[in-house]
């Protein structure tokens, strides 16, 4: 789980300062920073919307469908998607006495 502390963010002072500012300004961006790097989540509830069918086009580690089954996409095995195969050899005659 992520424990990173966040900035708070004071009031701004009466007056302009160039130090009060730019100290905003890297607290400002240290939220970003934080918020955009990759990391462990937790969550009780996600919804995810719009999900690829198969795998193709995705990287690794990427979530799609394969059917209504949620999958991670990994680079050695395939998942394309609407992919079917039906076979037959010869015939089977079923006799009951």
Same mark, same amino acid.
């Given at each position: 789980?992520?424990?990173?502390?966040?900035?708070?963010?004071?009031? +701004?002072? %009466?007056?302009?300062? @160039?130090? %009060? %500012?730019?100290?905003?300004?890297?607290?400002?961006?240290?939220?970003?920073?934080?918020?955009?790097?990759?990391? +462990?989540?937790?969550?009780? $509830?996600?919804?995810?919307?719009?999900?690829?069918?198969? #795998?193709?086009?995705?990287?690794?580690? $990427?979530?799609?469908?394969?059917?209504? *089954? *949620?999958? !991670?996409? @990994?680079? #050695?095995?395939?998942?394309?998607?609407?992919?079917? *195969?039906?076979?037959?050899?010869?015939?089977?005659?079923? %006799? !009951?006495?």
């Amino acid at each position: 789980m992520r424990q990173y502390t966040f900035p708070l963010f004071n009031s +701004p002072p %009466a007056e302009y300062s @160039q130090g %009060a %500012a730019s100290q905003q300004a890297n607290s400002f961006n240290m939220l970003i920073q934080r918020l955009l790097s990759a990391g +462990p989540w937790r969550a009780t $509830t996600i919804t995810l919307t719009e999900m690829q069918q198969g #795998d193709s086009g995705l990287e690794a580690g $990427t979530l799609f469908l394969d059917g209504n *089954v *949620v999958k !991670i996409s @990994q680079l #050695d095995i395939a998942h394309p998607a609407g992919i079917g *195969v039906t076979s037959s050899a010869g015939s089977v005659t079923v %006799a !009951i006495s």
